[in-house]
């Protein structure tokens, strides 16, 4: 499986991102997808996770402000972040386990900046 994420950038704190991750190759052996994000001298930590059926689950520092949205026709995650914080900028990865080994599947990951 290969994850691309696209979308980061550089924006002013309460702007709004908007970032993808489209899975390819052997998309049938994943189902839930989502972000991680990890900033400089930092752990990797969760964004937010949504599974083929729409559940969905956010780390507590970005409820209420992300949402995470999925197209299964086109194997693609979206990430929509509003009121960006300078608290925010890290790299963000896109995630996808292994249905049934738990394997995880990284992609390369998208940076997102915000000014302060």
């Known amino acids: 499986v290969q994850l691309q994420a696209s979308g980061g950038g550089l924006v002013q704190a309460g702007g709004s991102l908007r970032l993808s991750c489209a899975a390819s190759?052997?998309?049938?052996?994943?189902?839930?997808m989502g972000w991680y994000r990890q900033a400089p001298g930092k752990q990797r930590e969760l964004v937010a996770t949504?599974?083929?059926?729409?559940?969905?689950n956010y780390g507590d520092s970005v409820k209420g402000r992300f949402t995470i949205s999925r197209d299964n026709a086109k194997n693609t995650i979206y990430l929509q972040m509003n009121t960006l914080k300078p608290e925010d900028t890290a790299h963000y990865y896109c995630?996808?386990?292994?249905?049934?080994?738990?394997?995880?599947?990284w992609g390369r990951g998208t940076q997102v900046t915000v000014s302060s």
């Open positions: 949504i599974t083929p059926g729409g559940l969905t």
């Open positions: 190759g052997s998309w049938n052996s994943i189902d839930v």
């Open positions: 995630n996808a386990p292994h249905r049934f080994t738990g394997v995880d599947y």
